[in-house]
């Protein structure tokens, strides 16, 4: 059974950078899946942050390209995201996800809330 | 970016009544390689992250009952709950995958009347 577990802190002070992981268990970031960063702010809708392939090609979207960093840690078959120079309004519940051949986002995690503050 | 408008905001419906909600797309979400609408519909409810649906407009995901269905092609879509259940209270999302940035509606409410 495929699961993913969002970690990092909670709390981030603004201009610092945000930085977050993903752990997958039951599957290998290598299966051809992307794996996705999605956030949405408190009592507001879903913004796709950006993704990584199995082959390490990343898109991001062009709101956040400037300070967004998908990247692998293989060793530990997991996926982070990093954002710089963060402010209010990346305040928000953060997400990762897995996708299949038919959907972008099959599988969730449970999500980490991240306060800019 | 391809914008998605979702309507109603929000709609509170009697238990065993239809509930359907509309989702608008800027650009055709139809891929014409593989004869399909690149639109997934999504169901969150409180505390929980999404759950996919519907994907490719309209094909149920395994597992959820069919008393939800999509429908729609091009640039206008539908997802129908056919017999609302008081499980089925929670937040709707259509999303498109044809084209990045990946974009999501901005939700529909549903709850009991």
């Known amino acids: 059974q495929v699961q993913l577990q969002e970690s990092g802190p909670g709390l981030v002070k603004p201009s610092q950078t945000l930085s977050l992981t993903c752990a997958v268990s039951?599957?290998?970031?290598?299966?051809?899946?992307?794996w996705s960063w999605v956030r949405q702010p408190a009592g507001k809708g879903l913004e796709w942050i950006g993704r990584?392939?199995?082959?390490?090609?990343?898109e991001y979207n062009p709101s956040l390209k400037s300070r967004v960093t998908i990247s692998f840690d293989t060793s530990k078959n997991q996926f982070s995201l990093q954002l710089r120079s963060v402010s209010a309004g990346d305040t928000a519940l953060y997400y990762c996800?897995?996708?299949?051949?038919?959907?972008?986002?099959?599988?969730w995690g449970q999500g980490t809330r991240v306060i800019v503050s | 970016d391809i914008v998605l408008t979702q309507s109603p905001d929000s709609l509170a419906v009697s238990l065993g009544e239809r509930a359907t909600i509309n989702c608008k797309s800027s650009?055709?979400?139809?891929?014409?390689?593989?004869?399909?609408?690149?639109l997934a519909w999504f169901q969150q409810k409180p505390g929980q992250p999404p759950k996919v649906l519907i994907y490719?407009?309209?094909t149920r995901e395994s597992g959820v009952p069919d008393r939800f269905s999509g429908s729609g092609s091009g640039t206008d879509f539908t997802l129908t709950i056919s017999s609302l259940q008081a499980e089925d209270v929670a937040v709707y999302y259509c999303?498109?995958?044809?084209?990045?940035?990946?974009?999501f509606g901005g939700g529909t409410r549903v709850e009991i009347k």
């Open positions: 996800a897995r996708g299949n051949f038919y959907v972008d986002f099959y599988l």
């Open positions: 039951g599957d290998s970031l290598s299966s051809g899946a992307y």
């Open positions: 990584i392939h199995a082959s390490g090609s990343t």
């Open positions: 650009q055709t979400v139809f891929y014409s390689s593989t004869n399909r609408n690149n």
């Open positions: 490719w407009a309209s």
């Open positions: 999303q498109q995958y044809i084209a990045t940035p990946l974009t």
